[in-house]
């Protein structure tokens, strides 16, 4: 099993920009999960996807971000346009049925300047 | 919304020696976990606490239940190098369908 698997590992854009960040969950897995980790506020759920569906995006901080999940192996977190306080690492997770604990992938380090 | 309260957030520990961090609540939780975090990676899961009172041991690692559903701990018994990391508490809410909670981790540092 791969495990969760996400893309870039690195990200630098200038603000203004648009970025994706891509998460492949593992096979078989029914919950998506997208979260947020800074020093400050530490890891914040943003969006999570049951069977591909949009259960609960009241994590995400404004219209700026939006989150897909075309199907069961592909989901996308979209920032436009990005700003500086968007700079965090950003986690995929997925889990099936979410009762027996979540799988990480390994993230992907935002940079906005 | 939910809160957990990690402590402590961080510990200088000689190796050998006994660890022990908690977490509390200010509403009761479902399901509790414990996270481990190391540089550069994402967080992955060391023991799963479905009942209250339950008590669980990965290895050297035990965590417990709190019986009010309020709070957990994790202990680790005669730290070794690679237990240095970042540890989380998790909580999730009756129903299973909220995303996860977590606490703000408590940084373990263990001087040789």
């Known amino acids: 099993d791969a495990g969760v698997i996400q893309s870039p590992r690195h990200e630098v854009t200038e603000m203004g920009q648009e970025v994706t960040l891509r998460c492949k969950p593992i096979?078989?897995?029914?919950?998506l999960f997208w979260y947020r980790q800074t020093m400050m506020r530490g890891l914040e759920l943003l969006i999570y996807?049951?069977?591909?569906?949009?259960?609960?995006d009241s994590g995400m901080p404004e219209d700026r971000f939006s989150a897909k999940m075309p199907n069961a192996s592909f989901s996308t977190l979209k920032i436009q346009p990005s700003e500086p306080r968007d700079s965090a690492v950003y986690f995929c997770?997925?889990?099936?049925?979410?009762?027996?604990?979540?799988?990480f992938g390994s993230g992907t380090r935002l940079t906005v300047v | 919304g939910q809160q957990l309260n990690q402590s402590p957030q961080s510990m200088f520990i000689q190796e050998g020696e006994d660890v022990s961090m908690n977490c509390t609540s200010s509403?009761?939780?479902?399901?509790w976990l414990w996270y481990k975090q190391e540089p550069g990676e994402g967080p992955v899961l060391l023991i799963a606490?479905?009942?209250?009172?339950e008590l669980t041991s990965n290895g050297r690692l035990t965590a417990q239940f709190g019986i009010t559903r309020k709070d957990s701990f994790l202990n680790i018994s005669a730290s070794i190098p690679s237990d240095v990391g970042i540890y989380f508490c998790?909580?999730?809410?009756?129903?299973?369908?909220?995303?996860?909670?977590f606490g703000k981790g408590t940084h373990l540092i263990i001087q040789p």
């Open positions: 997770a997925s889990s099936f049925r979410t009762s027996y604990g979540y799988t």
């Open positions: 096979s078989g897995h029914d919950y």
């Open positions: 996807f049951n069977n591909n569906v949009p259960i609960d």
């Open positions: 509403s009761i939780f479902n399901t």
């Open positions: 606490l479905y009942k209250a009172g």
């Open positions: 998790a909580g999730q809410g009756w129903g299973g369908a909220d995303g996860l909670t």
